[in-house]
Structures are given as structure tokens and as C-alpha cells.
């Protein structure tokens, strides 16, 4: 079974600054994507970024970032140039890349709360 | 607009009433699933389908049913509901690509309480 871990509860930030968000993850699968969703007040589930295990390449989509660490099983969230529009729920989620697995299913980390403070 | 829709997006209700929420897709979707999201806990699968009228259990079925008798919806019925089944449902779809996954759509949720 896969496991992903936020282990940041909350976390805050000034506004223009950066912010970096940990998770890291457990499974012997070698073939999987990685995400970050955004969960504002509204509760609206926003994809942020997504990673595919077989890139190298770390994904990055205008201020969000990430740093894929395969080995180590880590995927951490940097934002950067934060704007207040960006305080909101984040999760960390994970999916195997195989066909007809559990219907797509994404296995999500606790979360972590960012706070963008003026 | 292609979207995924749930009602009711609020519901209370007392234990033991039977209740139903529906969700509804117009992205010929053929994976659905249905998620609960509880302090801490992230998100957790509790049912999912492949296609129509093929459904299996996520990772906390227990006091959940699901039924997929069309492509586009997929309700969430809760039999005998009970206070710990007071969460915050998502459901949502994805394309399969040649069977591999694809984006998935949520929902905008269903705040259930139950007391």
C-alpha cells in the first residue's frame, strides 16, 4: 500500500516571499505520478502541479515548483513570489501509473495549511 | 462546460435516515470514484468504478454503497447513516488514456453532518 506523509500542519508566509512545502511518500511501485492540490476556502479541489515518476525533469507551472527526489521519495511544493490568493489547503497526492488501478485512485498526504499574510 | 456536479452540497441529517448524494459528469468519463476528506486524514477513496456497472471498494467502504448504472452518474448512498460518517464527500472523474490515468475532475463537495 502507498503512504504519503505532510509533515508541516501549517505553515505561513509573507506575501512576495517563498514558501516550500515537504512531503514524502512510501511504495515499491516504480512507474507513478506525484501531485499538488490546492484546497482554498471554497473547498474546490485546483490541480496545482503534477510529476511522472519516469521525468527527471522537475515540473514546475509559473510560481509553483517542485523538487522530485526519487530515492528519497520526496516531492516537496516550493511557491514562490506568494500572493494572498494563494492561502489554501495543500495536498500532497500520489497514483500509480498502471492500467485499470483502483479506478485512478489518488492516495492523498494530511495536508498542510499556508497562510499568506500582507 | 465540462465539470462534475454533487447534491445536495450541504446536508444534515439524524442517524438511521437513508440519504443519497448524486454526482453527475458531461466528460463521457468512464473512472469515477468517491472520496471522503476529514481533519488530518487528506482525502480517502471509498468506492470507485471503471465503467458502467462496474464498481469496487476503495479504502473505507464500510457503510457506503455506490451503483453505476449510467456512464455519468455515480451516487453515494448511505444506507443507516451514522455520526462518524460526518465529513466533507468529494466524487470525482477521470478519462482512462489506452487504460492509463488520466486528470482527474472533482467535484465541488458535500458537507454531510450526521447527529
Known amino acids: 500500500a502507498q503512504t504519503v506523509t505532510q509533515s508541516q500542519p501549517e505553515m505561513s508566509v509573507q506575501e512576495a516571499e517563498t514558501v516550500t512545502l515537504s512531503c514524502t511518500y512510501d511504495?515499491?511501485?516504480?512507474?507513478?505520478?506525484l501531485f499538488w492540490y490546492k484546497q482554498p476556502p471554497s473547498r474546490q479541489m485546483i490541480l496545482v502541479i503534477r510529476?511522472?515518476?519516469?521525468?527527471?525533469q522537475n515540473a514546475t507551472e509559473n510560481r509553483f515548483s517542485v523538487n522530485f527526489q526519487k530515492a528519497a521519495k520526496s516531492f516537496s511544493l516550493k511557491i514562490s513570489d506568494s500572493q494572498l490568493g494563494d492561502t489554501a489547503m495543500y495536498f500532497c497526492?500520489?497514483?500509480?501509473?498502471?492500467?485499470?488501478?483502483?479506478?485512478?485512485?489518488?492516495?492523498f498526504g494530511g495536508g498542510t495549511r499556508v497562510l499568506v499574510k500582507p | 462546460e465540462a465539470q462534475v456536479t454533487q447534491n445536495p452540497r450541504y446536508l444534515i441529517t439524524v442517524t438511521g435516515k437513508k440519504l443519497t448524494v448524486t454526482c453527475s459528469q458531461n466528460?463521457?468519463?468512464?473512472?469515477m470514484s468517491w472520496y471522503r476528506q476529514d481533519p488530518g486524514l487528506g482525502l480517502r477513496q471509498i468506492y470507485y468504478?471503471?465503467?458502467?456497472?462496474?464498481?469496487d471498494k476503495g479504502d473505507v467502504p464500510e457503510g457506503y454503497k455506490v451503483s453505476r448504472k449510467e456512464k455519468r452518474n455515480f451516487p453515494l448512498i448511505l444506507e443507516s447513516p451514522s455520526p462518524n460518517q460526518t465529513s466533507l464527500y468529494f466524487c470525482?472523474?477521470?478519462?482512462?488514456?489506452?487504460?492509463?490515468?488520466?486528470?482527474?475532475?472533482f467535484g465541488p463537495g458535500t458537507r454531510l453532518t450526521v447527529t
Open positions: 497526492a500520489f497514483m500509480i501509473r498502471r492500467i485499470k488501478a483502483a479506478g485512478n485512485k489518488l492516495t
Open positions: 468504478s471503471m465503467n458502467v456497472e462496474v464498481t
Open positions: 470525482a472523474s477521470s478519462l482512462a488514456i489506452r487504460g492509463l490515468p488520466g486528470e482527474q475532475y
Open positions: 511504495t515499491s511501485e516504480s512507474n507513478y505520478y
Open positions: 466528460m463521457n468519463h468512464e473512472y
Open positions: 510529476q511522472e515518476a519516469y521525468k527527471q
